[in-house]
Antibody, heavy 117, light 110 residues
Framework: EVQLVESGGGLVQPEGSLRLSCAAS????????MNWVRQAPGKGLEWVAN????????YYVDSVKGRFTISRDNAKNSLYLQMNSLRAEDAAVYYC??????????WGQGTLVTVSS | QSVLTQPPSASGTPGQRVTVSCSGS????????VNWYQQLPGTAPKLLIY???QRPSGVPDRFSGSKSGTSASLAISGLRSEDEADYYC???????????FGGGTKLTVL
């Protein structure tokens, strides 16, 4: 069974840092693009970043460029999101998503990031 | 403001057919395949349609997708109470070099 389990969310002060992790199981994540997608409370989905199979290509939404870094460790079947200089508008549930551009498209249950002093 | 435009709400009665539209531009829908996602209350989104009109295994054929030019649509026939959810379209945008989602449509089954 394909599973994606996010961790690392929590309460952080503005300008603080947080590192999210996503542990994949039930499939070889190194065969797929991996994404982070977030959803602010009561709002819609917003794509944050993605990374290709070997980590050589990374893309980010403009609002997080220079502050967030996506990475992966295929040996550990894991995905990460290093978030620095956090702002109130970064508060959201962050989902880890594995996909192949076709019917392989799986989401974790999400981890909540709260940014508040 | 989302790059892809969806109506914020839609509704129908059981058994009816409803459609949800998703409007974009040449840099996104006009150039790339569209996915549709269903998000039931309190859960993570689930892939409903991929490659504009393909259904993953397990998705009922009551759900169908289409694309024409810079717009896409999701149709749900034989509406059921369990279809009450938020629906999102998504695709790639080459001007933004990123993935984009519609703002979401909340479907209410009356």
């Amino acid at each position: 069974e394909v599973q994606l389990v996010e961790s690392g969310g929590g309460l952080v002060q503005p300008e603080g840092s947080l590192r999210l992790s996503c542990a994949a199981s039930g499939f070889m994540s190194n065969n797929y693009w991996m994404n982070w997608v977030r959803q602010a409370p009561g709002k819609g989905l917003e794509w944050v970043a993605n990374i290709n199979q070997d980590g050589s290509e990374k893309y980010y939404v403009d609002s997080v460029k220079g502050r967030f870094t996506i990475s992966r460790d295929n040996a550990k079947n894991s995905l990460y999101l290093q978030m620095n200089s956090l702002r109130a508008e970064d508060a959201a549930v962050y989902y880890c998503v594995a996909e192949d551009g076709r019917d392989f498209d799986y989401w974790g249950q999400g981890t909540l990031v709260t940014v508040s002093s | 403001q989302s790059v892809l435009t969806q109506p914020p709400s839609a509704s129908g009665t059981p058994g009816q057919r409803v459609t949800v539209s998703c409007s974009g531009s040449n840099s996104n829908i006009g150039s790339y395949y569209v996915n549709w996602y269903q998000q039931l209350p309190g859960t993570a989104p689930k892939l409903l349609i991929y490659l504009n009109n393909q259904r993953p295994s397990g998705v009922p054929d009551r759900f169908s997708g289409s694309k024409s030019g810079t717009s896409a649509s999701l149709a749900i026939s034989g509406l059921r109470s369990e279809d009450e959810a938020d629906y999102y379209c998504a695709t790639w945008d080459n001007s933004l070099s990123g993935r984009v989602f519609g703002g979401g449509t909340k479907l209410t089954v009356l």
